[in-house]
């Protein structure tokens, strides 16, 4: 997941496949997750199914919790005012009511986003319980709730990054919970347009929320309607069709 920064796991992943042929008695899976439960580790296991490498490289996990846990997809927001609006209740909630930790998750750093003081807030009264970090820092973390932000196309994945890098990306974020997931995809960005102004578009959700099943059918439960899950999926290819011309 850090390809952008020039990182291969080339020479690991030779000296892994060198291993594997003179010793192939030696090689031992670490094939159990005792972080997730089920729904939380089916899921990565099917997010990682889209790499062309699984079958070759990815061993299946499973768990060992029985509680099954939770996923869950938010109804359709336009923007980031709507997505707080949408977070902010359930996790308070979550904080009043249990002893549970919660992390906050967002493919960019937050700045201005409107959560950003409730996150603060929430730091402060219930210390120790509240963490607020890009993907990227999250890995190795869990907490028991996570909420998954900015699942918008272009956003997630962003197309200037490998699809290999994206997938592994996801599969961080979608297996830090240990309880439950929730995730939020606002369908309009900001974008510059032609005289260099800013304005509201319609870029629909991540593809991923296309393109895996159980994200599909959850989107689809929560009110998604097809045609704005084809539009993220559309949108994504044109940016990248057109980032590579």
Do not use: C
Not at 73 to 88: F, G, K, L, M, T
Not at 192 to 203: A, C, F, H, I, V
Not at 212 to 221: K, R, T, V
Request: no cysteine.
């Amino acid at each position: 997941i850090y390809g952008f920064r020039g990182a291969t796991a080339y020479g690991f992943s030779s000296m892994i496949d060198a291993v594997k042929k003179r010793y192939p008695a030696n090689v031992h899976y670490l094939s159990y997750s005792f972080r997730s439960n089920q729904k939380i580790v089916d899921l990565g296991n099917e997010s990682v199914a889209t790499l062309p490498s699984y079958k070759d490289a990815v061993k299946p996990s499973h768990w060992v919790f029985p509680d099954p846990g939770e996923v869950v997809i938010a109804p359709p927001v336009s923007n980031e005012e709507e997505e707080a609006a949408w977070i902010q209740p359930r996790a308070l909630k979550i904080l009043e009511t249990t002893d549970d930790s919660i992390m906050i998750l967002h493919r960019n750093n937050l700045r201005d986003h409107p959560l950003v003081a409730e996150i603060e807030r929430w730091t402060h009264d219930f210390k120790g319980r509240v963490t607020s970090l890009t993907i990227h820092r999250s890995k190795g973390l869990q907490a028991h709730h996570v909420f998954l932000m900015g699942m918008t196309a272009t956003v997630m994945p962003d197309v200037r990054t490998s699809y290999d890098q994206m997938v592994n990306l996801l599969y961080v974020a979608l297996t830090r919970p240990r309880k439950a997931l929730y995730i939020t995809a606002p369908y309009m960005l900001q974008k510059t347009n032609s005289d260099g102004l800013l304005e509201w578009k319609e870029m629909g959700p991540s593809p991923f929320l296309h393109d895996i099943p159980s994200l599909y059918d959850l989107a689809e439960h929560s009110g998604w309607p097809t045609f704005m899950l084809v539009k993220g999926k559309g949108t994504t290819s044109s940016a990248s069709a057109a980032l590579h011309e």
